[in-house]
């Protein structure tokens, strides 16, 4: 049914204008008003329509069609020449004059139409422009409340982000849709310090609370998120059934990729730079190999086995005799072979990863660049695999690979996992599971404080948009390309924003919005250094007195007198 709810015998209705026409185009008319206090950019205000006039629906009562407050210019004010003398209040000076109105100052407002909302369906526009001389009214709190989210906080499958920026605060709370976020994919994107470790820390609390218990995957390249394991018996996070969240912080040391699982490509990244003929023999004898083993574990002895098998050449005289490459890939990959990353045994299988009401936290801060792409490479790959095996039904309950429950994987840095205009291991399988991975319960969440370096087409699969304070003029075009849902009227107020204040667009919320983003309940673990504060802690005084000794002046030493002219 349609959630009509004007009420105005319930609730006080705050005129605050009056329709003057159609704006510049088909979805925007334009108000004028007197009062200042409403006319902010992306307020949402509404009309009235009557239930049946051109619009589907079940009651004759009035519907209310919302729109967001999209721009406003002054059209009618005090002369200029009242506010040259600052000693005089330009109050008085108005009324001296004949401005007799509190309020002389006139706007016109420019209003996006978003509709009027169906329970069932979400918003509705009804392609019904307001007539001349239709009172515009500022949407209430309580109807904000029922029509910006898809689920109220506390339900199953919602995530309390935060409170509405333009209201009081807590007055109008945001709860997005878990199903859409995680499903459809998400991206938070922000300049640096402007809070997305932090906003991202929310979230993965939101998750992890008793109405959600998800299972996530966290990719920490910087060490943010240990804080996390704050939630092992917090008050918040205990059900009544006695759950409560676990934390798999594993760190460096903890992380281990089996070498069979690479392809060649990974491992090709792993080595320094090679000729095309070391190539071509490391292709031939990777390929070789696996033919060999098949799903059987291999370990970087036996690859450079099949090395010296590869590199074998013929002379004139039909005589077979070892080639020169072999030896020198047989150095390259004794490298590979010493990497306490990748083992022959010891493995992250999906089945240790993830678990419903588990975060697992991968550090991997004290990991090189080209590991970190291949490690993220190979779990990615092994773990789509499994959500599908799974769903098929081609794997059992035993097998390591096992994983009969959605999963969300949130990548920080993503723009270094998926760069664009540059070679990566990881971008191809992004995209897979970005297109694809609906179908099969596999979210992924991207996190990037350069959303121009991030690959478009990873970006424009994420249907749900976090975008925080950004300054820089390509990343903020190219969120004009690669964030669609978002409305060109909130990111005019990109540079604006301060810390902890977001835009949040896409398919987790009905329409976009300015959100104020909660306190967390963990300590946050990317707090910048307070670097005065901690020069004056470790200062240490003796200091000053070798300084003083240092600059004290020098006093020439007298000659022998017999060395005296």
């Excluded at 709190?141 to 199953?156: A, F, G, H, I, Y």
């Excluded at 304070?469 to 849902?485: A, H, T």
């Excluded at 909660?518 to 005065?532: V, Y």
Aim: proline content about 6%.
């Amino acid at each position: 049914m349609n959630l009509n709810l004007s009420s105005t015998t319930l609730r006080p209705v705050n005129v605050i204008g009056t329709v003057k026409g159609p704006g510049e185009n088909g979805n925007q008319y334009v108000f004028i008003t007197a009062d200042n206090r409403y006319v902010k950019i992306g307020e949402f205000v509404y009309y009235e329509v009557p239930g049946g006039a051109g619009v589907e629906a079940e009651s004759a009562e009035p519907l209310q069609i919302l729109g967001k407050i999209s721009d406003r210019r002054l059209i009618d004010h005090l002369p200029d020449r009242i506010f040259a003398d600052t000693e005089v209040s330009p109050e008085t000076i108005a009324a001296l004059v004949g401005f007799t109105h509190p309020n002389a100052e006139i706007y016109e407002v420019t209003v996006d139409v978003i509709g009027y909302f169906d329970g069932r369906l979400g918003f509705m526009n009804p392609r019904k422009t307001p007539d001349p001389g239709s009172k515009v009214c500022l949407a209430s709190d309580w109807t904000l409340r029922e029509v910006l989210n898809r689920k109220q906080p506390q339900e199953v499958g919602a995530a309390h982000i935060g409170s509405l920026l333009l209201r009081d605060d807590g007055a109008v709370p945001i709860a997005l849709d878990v199903k859409e976020l995680v499903s459809t994919h998400m991206a938070i994107l922000a300049g640096t310090g402007s809070g997305k470790s932090y906003t991202a820390g929310v979230l993965v609390e939101e998750l992890l609370l008793p109405h959600n218990r998800a299972a996530v995957l966290i990719f920490d390249p910087h060490g943010e998120y240990s804080t996390l394991e704050e939630m092992r018996g917090h008050p918040a996070f205990k059900g009544d059934d006695g759950y409560a969240p676990q934390v798999k912080v594993l760190r460096p040391d903890d992380i281990r990729i089996r070498v069979s699982s690479l392809e060649y490509a990974d491992i090709l990244m792993l080595l320094p730079e090679m000729s095309d003929r070391q190539q071509s023999i490391l292709s031939k004898a990777y390929a070789f190999l696996k033919r060999k083993k098949g799903q059987a574990r291999w370990d970087v002895q036996d690859l450079i086995q099949a090395v010296f098998d590869a590199d074998r050449q013929t002379d004139e005289e039909g005589n077979e005799k070892a080639g020169s490459s072999a030896p020198a890939l047989e150095w390259k990959l004794e490298r590979l072979d010493r990497s306490p990353y990748f083992d022959t045994m010891e493995h992250l299988a999906p089945r240790d990863l993830f678990e419903p009401g588990q975060v697992t936290v991968l550090q991997m801060n004290e990991i090189s660049q080209e590991e970190q792409q291949v490690i993220c490479a190979a779990i990615l790959r092994q773990v789509n695999q499994a959500r599908i095996n799974t769903q098929k039904e081609l794997i059992t309950p035993d097998d390591e690979n096992y994983l009969p429950y959605p999963v969300f994987i949130l990548l920080e840095e993503a723009h270094r996992f998926a760069p664009a205009n540059e070679p990566s291991r990881c971008k191809a399988v992004l995209r897979t599971i970005l297109s694809e991975g609906r179908k099969f319960g596999m979210g992924v969440g991207l996190i990037t404080q350069r959303p121009g370096k991030l690959d478009s087409d990873v970006l424009s699969q994420c249907m749900s948009q976090f975008i925080m304070r950004i300054v820089n003029p390509v990343d903020q075009e190219s969120l004009k390309y690669g964030v669609e849902s978002a409305g060109r009227d909130l990111l005019k107020e990109l540079p604006a924003l301060t810390k902890g204040q977001i835009i949040i667009s896409g398919a987790c919320v009905n329409t976009p919005v300015l959100c104020k983003v909660r306190r967390r309940l963990t300590t946050h673990g990317g707090e910048t250094l307070n670097a005065p504060e901690l020069w004056q802690k470790h200062f240490q005084p003796h200091h000053i007195e070798e300084r003083e000794a240092e600059s004290a002046p020098v006093v020439p030493r007298q000659r022998p007198q017999s060395f005296r002219r």
